[in-house]
């Protein structure tokens, strides 16, 4: 049965079916927020290790990670099973993933920096491995579940609200619960003592979610493009998935989610540091911050599928971007020109928190739309290649975004490097000409970053039309091969094509 036939036969997307595939989208950004958040100033801060060590290892991991994702990406999309191409692949990630995550934030006490080095090493591999595992498959059932244009859009914007349940409602707990601070000063995020719990109950939502996801949405496999009987040699997978990826929009996308996904990661190593030194806040007031991203991000995941069908998916995309680099810019510039409240008074309490649920919103909007947009070039790289390739699009699309939390945080590392921000510090001490020297770097570094990833956001070429189109070409290809198929009659099977051997 042909990937057509198979989608025609398949009965409608519920809201059940929805909900278990979004769900999942809660492991990885727990994940993603967690090491982005947290990782560099545990390891640094309280375990002890040197900023630049953090950083190089993270960033070690993401020359990794472009090594393993594509060759899992095409494997992916080639395995035949009677659980699909992507479920097996989710359901084996489950147990490693949530034990890995939970190790990697307890340590052993009493070892050399070089030891902990390579704990720190192992595990951060681990975690990215088995967070490849699930996270690719399931990135790609998104165009097989939904192929509208519009309906794209509002499955993934549901997978959102996922992502930011699970990564800002981790952070708001980690401030809250796990690692809150106590009257007296102690506690807090540089306590070790709360990492303990916090990483349990992460491992715990990871494993959870990932099963959900997996046996909520077993019941579409009979339905989902199956890859054709062949033989294909290690040369031959090179030359497909270069053909796959030479694609304008695809190229376009890729390179615009590597600026973008290392300035936000960028952003997310220094938050922290923002909030506990720059603007001396609280840890409830850091909560509280997280508690607008939340709200935020929620109220653009209503308004991404409207901001999609108003200005088109692209436009919408580079319009909201631009206005999100100028609102999250505010409050670093008006301190540096000193025109800021004062840091401990409500009138900067209230402009940090604008902001925040501001730029949440329009970033909530942004990363729907362009999740939509990688997800549009399945259908556009099918017609040219003949191949449906979702695993292999969403693994090179994957090993860039993966810079929010190793490329991006050894942006941070160095940056702290550079200003020398001392170590073991402690709010209220950080000598003025650092904290300014911080402000003067992340301006010009954020809006460097982010400025070329909407000039090449714009260079995207599909559209609500040439979608619709590469729709029908491939029902028109699908027909005519279902045609051929029965007129050769039953001694060949419609999905069995010969592959000449490289």
């Known amino acids: 049965m042909t990937s057509a036939a198979r989608a025609a036969d398949a009965p409608r997307l519920g809201i059940p079916t929805k909900l278990a595939y979004a ?32 950083g190089g290892i993270l960033a070690m991991a993401l020359l990794f990670d472009a090594v393993l994702d594509p060759i899992l990406g095409q494997i992916s999309d080639n395995v035949r099973s009677r659980w699909g191409r992507r479920h097996p692949f989710m359901l084996a990630a489950a147990l490693p993933y949530a034990v890995c995550f939970f190790l990697l934030w307890n340590p052993p006490i009493g070892w050399t920096d070089q030891a902990l080095g390579v704990y720190l090493m192992v595990l951060i591999f681990s975690v990215r491995f088995f967070d490849t595992f699930f996270e690719l498959p399931h990135q ?140 001396e806040l609280r840890q409830v007031q850091l909560a509280g911050l997280a508690t607008m991203s939340v709200i935020g991000g929620f109220i653009g995941v209503f308004l991404a599928p409207v901001v999609g069908k108003w200005l088109g998916k692209k436009w919408g995309a580079v319009a909201t971007f631009i206005c999100a680099v100028g609102v999250h810019i505010t409050p670093v510039s008006l301190r540096l020109l000193g025109l800021a409240p004062a840091n401990g008074t409500p009138e900067l309490l209230w402009l940090l928190y604008g902001e925040e649920i501001v730029n949440a919103t ?63 510090a402690e709010r209220g001490q950080v000598p003025d000409d650092v904290l300014r020297n911080l402000g003067l770097a992340y ?15 714009s260079t995207y070429t599909i559209n609500r039309k040439r979608h619709m189109e590469n729709l029908e070409t491939l029902k028109a290809r699908d027909a005519a091969g279902e045609q051929a198929a029965a007129e050769a009659g039953p001694g060949i099977g419609s999905g069995e094509i010969a592959v000449e051997k490289a």
Do not use: C
């Open 443 to 457: 301006i010009p570094m954020i809006v460097g970053f982010y400025a070329i990833g909407i000039a090449l956001i």
């Open 362 to 424: 329009l970033a909530g909007i942004i990363a729907i739309l362009l999740q939509s947009l990688v997800a549009d070039v399945v259908e556009d790289a099918e017609v040219k290649t003949g191949r449906r390739s979702e695993g292999l699009l969403m693994s090179a699309n994957n090993v860039l975004r993966r810079a929010v939390s190793s490329g991006g945080v050894l942006v941070a590392t160095t940056v702290l490097a550079f200003i020398g921000f001392p170590d073991k």
């Open 140 to 279: 790609a059932l998104a165009p097989e579940l939904a192929k509208g244009y519009d309906e794209r859009t509002n499955l993934l914007a549901m997978r959102h609200f996922f992502m930011v349940a699970g990564g800002l409602g981790m952070t708001i707990l980690a401030y809250q619960v796990f690692l809150k601070e106590r009257p007296d000063g102690g506690g807090g995020v540089l306590a070790r003592d709360g990492y303990f719990a916090y990483s349990l109950t992460g491992a715990i939502i990871i494993f959870t979610t990932i099963i959900l996801s997996v046996f909520g949405t077993a019941h579409r496999i009979p339905y989902l493009a199956e890859p054709p009987k062949r033989t294909i040699t290690l040369k031959g997978m090179a030359v497909e998935m270069f053909h796959t990826l030479n694609n304008r929009s695809f190229i376009a996308m890729a390179l615009a989610s590597m600026f973008v996904a290392v300035g936000v990661g960028a952003r997310n190593g220094l938050e922290i540091y923002f909030g506990l030194y720059f603007w």
């Open 23 to 54: 769900v999942g989208s809660t492991a990885t950004n727990l994940k993603l927020r967690a090491l982005s958040t947290f990782l560099v100033i545990f390891y640094n801060q309280v375990v002890g290790l040197p900023p630049q060590m953090v």
